[in-house]
């Protein structure tokens, strides 16, 4: 069997991923039970500090992952207020800034996810979703078939 976080092989999910991301602003680093690959978003401006973590947690018995992200936000406001969020979760999105040098930079969450997807098939890995997802998921099929019905019971009444 593999060594699914590279303490011994270079044929690891880990190995891949750190192959992968050398000479790029992603880091990474060992967890328990698999590894977190950590950028930091550019184009946030002077004020707010994004940080973007990829949190995979391996099954090396059944060559599965779970991949959740996890994303920091630090908002710097007037007379040294500031905010903290963090939200937990699958996150999408795209940013686009210049650099006070006029270079223009971009960040897209889904290129770090295809990162770690790509390196796991290559070994064969599966993804499964992470229970948070899955939560979310239950929660707007829910919230979609009160929806329905409402719409339904509205109908049948202005219909009479």
């Known amino acids: 069997m593999t060594d699914p976080l590279g303490t011994g092989g270079t044929a690891s999910l880990y190995g891949r991923v750190e192959a992968a991301t050398e000479g790029t602003a992603y880091r990474l680093r060992r967890t328990g039970r698999g590894f977190d690959m ?25 060559k599965t992952f779970t991949m959740t992200d996890v994303v920091r936000t630090h908002e710097r406001g007037a007379f040294g207020t500031s905010t903290r969020t ?29 990162l770690i997807r790509g390196a796991a098939e290559e070994l064969g890995w599966r ?34």
């Open 127 to 160: 993804e499964l979703r992470p229970g948070s997802e899955k939560i979310g998921l239950v929660f707007g099929a829910i919230g979609g078939a009160i929806a329905l019905g409402t719409l339904i019971a509205l109908g049948v009444v202005f219909l009479l």
């Open 86 to 114: 963090v939200e937990h979760g699958r996150a999408r999105y795209r940013t686009w800034s210049r650099s006070p040098d006029g270079e223009r930079t971009s960040f897209a969450s889904a290129d770090g996810h295809r």
């Open 38 to 62: 950590t950028v930091d978003v550019p184009g946030q401006g002077r004020s707010v500090t994004k940080v973007h973590t990829y949190r995979v947690e391996l099954n090396p018995r059944d």
